[in-house]
């Protein structure tokens, strides 16, 4: 089965455009989260979808927004680019099966490498 | 609120010797705690998982892990370390209730030395 997967694999961009990075998730994965990774740090969330609804947010200002389409996939839009959104963006997906996040576990795809200039 | 402190952000181990990756954790309630592994240029890679069935976990390429309750601990070990296991590791933590966003520590930077 295919994992989740990220397109494009890189970008660059500069200051003040926009940028859409889109996630498939793994077949039967109804949940799909976003995370930031800047270089040298561990990832922080971004947003969490499930059912086209956004179930999480992060710490992350309104230039920041994502959607879930019917068919799971999703989109992350970051409008007004800075230089301090250079970063790996990952997608995760998980079954979001049960009531307790326990029951779940989320798989990454290779992540979106963003460069802005 | 919930976090993940990795003591250590190196550690250098030779080929064959055993590996310590150093978690602790904060959690107000009954906590997951995951290890991950990043090799270079790639995405993350599940290496164990803790959801409250046992408190030794077995994870994929000979890693385990133990949660220490009463330290608020979550170690990763492995007996013998390999070359291939040379990349970034990550503790994480998500509560047993509310959201489900992982908390990611900042990493250890695992080298394997020849």
């Known amino acids: 089965d295919a994992g989740v997967t990220q397109s494009p694999t890189h970008l660059i961009k500069t200051r003040g455009q926009h940028v859409t990075l889109r996630c498939s998730p793994i077949?039967?994965?109804?949940?799909v989260s976003w995370y930031q990774q800047v270089l040298g740090q561990g990832p922080q969330f971004i947003f969490q979808?499930?059912?086209?609804?956004?179930?999480g947010r992060g710490n992350f200002p309104d230039r920041f927004s994502a959607r879930q389409f019917p068919n799971y996939s999703s989109e992350l839009n970051v409008n007004a680019l800075l230089l301090g959104d250079s970063a790996l963006y990952l997608c995760a997906s998980s079954i979001y099966a049960g009531t307790l996040p326990t029951q779940e576990t989320q798989y990454f795809g290779p992540g979106t490498r963003l460069l802005v200039l | 609120a919930q976090s993940v402190t990795q003591l250590d952000s190196h550690v250098s181990v030779s080929e064959g010797t055993p590996v310590l990756l150093r978690c602790n954790y904060s959690?107000?309630?009954?906590?997951?705690l995951f290890w991950y592994v990043q090799h270079p240029n790639k995405g993350l890679q599940l290496l164990l998982k803790?959801?409250?069935?046992?408190?030794l976990v077995k994870g994929i390429n000979g890693f385990e892990a133990e949660f220490k309750k009463s330290e608020t601990s979550f170690h990763l070990t492995k007996p013998s370390a390999h070359m291939s296991d040379a990349a970034e590791y990550f503790c994480?933590?998500?509560?047993?209730?509310?959201?489900?966003?992982?908390?990611f520590g900042s990493g250890t930077r695992l080298q394997v030395q020849p």
């Open positions: 959690s107000s309630y009954s906590p997951s």
């Open positions: 994480v933590v998500t509560m047993d209730t509310g959201r489900r966003a992982l908390t």
């Open positions: 979808y499930y059912e086209k609804e956004e179930r």
């Open positions: 803790y959801t409250s069935a046992a408190t």
């Open positions: 077949s039967g994965h109804k949940s």
